[in-house]
């Protein structure tokens, strides 16, 4: 695709409700990253994939967390039990072979009522 | 731990002035720098990206520096217009893998 998208743009949830994000990266994109961003704060680091390989889920702030990219292309975030402290925007950004230059998407704003 | 700072965190400025944003960064053993911007309620758009290797990297009326040494970056912005007004955030990956710690970012009002 043209750029990266993810979906849906926006999500309510009721707390403890399930939540799934989607990340659809660049086509061909080896590598996909996924951040969660506070108001007025800089993305933090979730996950990295690279190809359907996890490869690093040192971020995850609990394990409620989990992502998933199975065919090394779409990857999906889930949040399971969400709660109030869940509220953030998550981006999903990836990068090319070189893995230098990365590239986000519009992010996922999640609002846990 | 990567630390990475953003100061100010908010600047406003009249159109047509030349401006410096910063960017300070505790461990400098880098691999590259990333500078980005936001608009509000949207994702990050990669402006300039430099390597390790490399002082400075410049597009258009942006220019920015990397001084690995002293952990500094200075985004740079020539005549500044009022649609530059964003949020504007620097990174550094923890490797080459690309895993990046990003600054809190500068909010950037360019007035008419």
């Known amino acids: 695709g043209a750029g990266v998208s993810q979906s849906p743009r926006y999500k309510v949830a009721k707390r403890g409700q399930d939540v799934a994000l989607r990340c659809d990266p660049i086509s061909g994109h080896v590598s996909l990253f996924w951040y969660q961003q506070a108001l007025g704060q800089g993305p933090e680091f979730l996950t990295y994939?690279?190809?359907?390989?996890?490869?690093?889920k040192s971020g995850l702030p609990s394990d409620r967390f989990f992502a998933e990219r199975p065919e090394g292309s779409v990857s999906t975030l889930k949040i399971q039990r969400t709660q109030q402290e869940d509220s953030a925007v998550y981006l999903c950004?990836?990068?090319?072979?070189?893995?230098?230059?990365?590239?986000f998407g519009p992010g996922t704003r999640l609002t846990v009522l | 731990k990567q630390e990475v700072t953003q100061i100010p965190a908010a600047l406003s400025v009249p159109e047509g002035e030349n401006l410096v944003l910063n960017c300070s960064f505790t461990?400098?053993?880098?691999?590259?720098l990333q500078w980005f911007r936001q608009d509000p309620g949207k994702g990050l758009t990669s402006l300039l990206l430099?390597?390790?290797?490399?002082r400075e990297q410049t597009s258009g009326r942006l220019n920015a520096s990397l001084d690995k040494s002293s952990g500094r970056s200075t985004l740079y912005i020539a005549a500044s217009q009022p649609g530059d007004s964003a949020t504007y955030l620097c990174?550094?990956?923890?490797?080459?893998?690309?895993?990046?710690?990003f600054g809190d970012g500068t909010t950037l009002t360019v007035k008419p």
């Open positions: 430099i390597q390790s290797s490399q």
């Open positions: 950004a990836s990068s090319s072979p070189d893995g230098d230059e990365q590239f």
């Open positions: 461990d400098s053993a880098i691999y590259n």
């Open positions: 994939f690279q190809n359907e390989a996890q490869l690093d």
């Open positions: 990174a550094v990956p923890y490797t080459n893998a690309g895993k990046s710690t």
